[in-house]
C-alpha cells in the first residue's frame, strides 16, 4: 500500500511538472510571436493556417521565358506570332477539358494532331472503363508560359504550360468520389505546339508535304517565305500547320 501511495505520488508530480514545462513553453513561444510578429500564439497558429488554405487556392506558376522565346517565334513564323500560340494553347485547354468531361469523340478538337486526338480518346476511354465522369466546372486559365521552342528544317515545337483553376471533381454512378463541387482546383498543364509544312491526315499516321505550290520544288525549311527554286513566295495556312501535339497534366 505504501509503494502504490510512492508510485501515485511521482506520477502526479512528473504529470504536474509536464503540465508547468509546457505552460512555459507556450508562454516563452507566445512571447516570441509576439515580439517579433505582433501577435499571440493563438494568433499565429490562424495565421499560419489561413495562409496554407491561401496556398490551395493560389495558381500554379508557370515558367517566364517569354522575352527569350518571343523573338525567336515572331522572327520564324511572323505570320502566327506568338500571342496566337497563346491563344491556341489557352484555348486548346478549355476544349480537352471540356472533351474529357464530355467524353465525345476526340475529333471533334480543332488544332489537334493524330497523336493529340488519340491520347485524349485513350484517356476518356480509360475514364469509361472505370465508371467514372470527370467534371471541371468554371474553368478559368490563370497564365500560360512558353517552356522551350526549337525548329529546324523539318518540324517546330514550342512547348507551353498553362496554370488552369476548375471546380474539378470525380463522380461515379451519380455518386462524388473525389474533388469538390465548391472549392476550385489548381492544374498545371504541358501543351506541345507542332508545326509542319503541309499535313495530310492518312489512317495510320501523320505524312508530310512541303513542296512550292508554283514549281513543286521541296521547301527546304519550316517557316520559309520564297522558294528557293523559282523564287515564288510560300503563303502557309497557318491554322493547319501549327497543331496541338501532345497534352500533360504536370499538377
Given at each position: ?33 509576439r ?9 499565429t ?28 517565334i ?32 476526340a ?41 522551350s ?43 506541345t ?59
Open positions: 500500500m505504501n509503494i502504490f501511495i510512492v508510485f501515485a505520488a511521482i506520477f502526479s508530480a512528473l504529470a504536474l511538472a509536464i503540465v508547468i514545462l509546457v505552460l512555459v513553453i507556450k508562454n516563452k513561444v507566445s512571447n516570441i510571436t515580439n517579433y510578429l505582433g501577435m499571440g500564439l493563438s494568433d497558429a490562424k495565421l499560419l493556417s489561413d495562409g496554407l488554405a491561401d496556398e490551395c487556392r493560389l495558381p500554379y506558376s508557370v515558367p517566364k521565358l517569354t522575352p527569350l522565346y518571343k523573338p525567336k515572331e522572327r520564324d513564323f511572323p505570320e502566327m506570332g506568338y500571342d496566337r500560340m497563346e491563344s491556341m494553347v489557352r484555348n486548346g485547354v478549355i476544349d480537352i477539358l471540356n472533351t474529357l468531361e464530355s467524353g465525345e469523340n475529333d471533334v478538337l480543332s488544332h489537334s494532331s493524330v497523336r493529340l486526338r488519340d491520347q485524349v480518346n485513350g484517356i476518356i476511354r480509360d475514364v469509361r472503363s472505370k465508371g467514372e465522369k470527370p467534371h471541371y466546372d468554371d474553368i478559368k486559365i490563370h497564365n500560360v508560359g512558353i517552356e521552342y526549337r525548329s529546324d528544317q523539318n518540324t517546330a515545337l514550342a512547348v507551353f504550360q498553362a496554370a488552369a483553376e476548375s471546380r474539378y471533381y470525380v463522380t461515379k454512378n451519380g455518386h462524388m468520389v473525389s474533388g469538390s463541387r465548391e472549392k476550385p482546383t489548381q492544374h498545371l498543364f504541358s501543351l505546339l507542332a508545326h509542319n509544312q503541309n499535313i495530310s491526315e492518312e489512317r495510320d499516321g501523320i505524312y508530310l508535304e512541303a513542296n512550292c505550290p508554283n514549281c513543286g520544288a521541296p521547301i527546304p525549311s519550316v517557316g520559309a517565305k520564297e522558294c528557293h527554286y523559282c523564287g515564288s513566295g510560300v503563303l502557309h495556312a497557318v491554322d493547319k500547320i501549327w497543331q496541338i501535339d501532345s497534352f500533360r497534366l504536370l499538377k
